[in-house]
């Protein structure tokens, strides 16, 4: 056999061979791909859940949510939580992202997240922080994250959060430095 046509079957055959490999390496990548691809998605959504005995437990609003296929895990762009206290008055809870996992327990607030009492209930209270995790069968916040909290004449920070929402206790963990400024 002539030299050049052995050397143009076995760069033939060595081409096939690379492109089968090649073929077969991108499906795993593709299915990947599917995989990352949200199972459902709403936009400019409202859900009001509501609790074992039938009343409403919290209030979702936002632009987009989705649900990831394989966790299960729903991932929320700029959500508002509206979240009654004991009296029915709505705290109003929103982010610029949030997360609620497969289990639905808990709601995970991120990125400016900015949290205002009901203003029926005094004293007007905002929170802000970077993190935010709310227990929504038991209607508790917490936050390692640094903290700001503002009320009429009063500035609090600290690191570390817990609040009870259903009865307006907000407690500052530690690092608590405070500014008061009386009101005239």
Do not use: C
């Amino acid at each position: 056999m002539n030299p050049r046509r052995l050397l143009t079957w076995v760069l033939l055959v060595a081409a096939i061979a690379s492109g089968w490999s090649v073929w077969r390496g991108l499906r795993p990548q593709a299915q990947a791909a599917a995989d990352l691809r949200p199972d459902y998605v709403l936009r400019d959504y409202q859900i009001v859940a509501l609790d074992r005995q039938g009343r409403e437990s919290f209030t979702l609003t936002g632009p987009l949510l989705q649900r990831a296929p394989v966790s299960r895990a729903l991932t929320l762009v700029t959500p508002q939580f509206l979240i009654p206290d004991a009296q029915g008055h709505y705290w109003d809870m929103r982010s610029e992202r949030g997360e609620v996992p497969a289990d639905d327990s808990r709601v995970e607030l991120r990125d400016q997240v900015v949290a205002v009492s009901p203003p029926q209930t005094p004293p007007p209270t905002r929170i802000e922080t970077a993190s935010l995790t709310i227990d929504l069968n038991r209607k508790l916040a917490r936050s390692s994250a640094e903290v700001v909290i503002t009320r009429p004449g009063l500035t609090m920070r600290g690191k570390g959060l817990e609040a009870d929402l259903a009865h307006q206790q907000v407690s500052l963990l530690s690092q608590v430095r405070t500014r008061y400024v009386p009101q005239h």
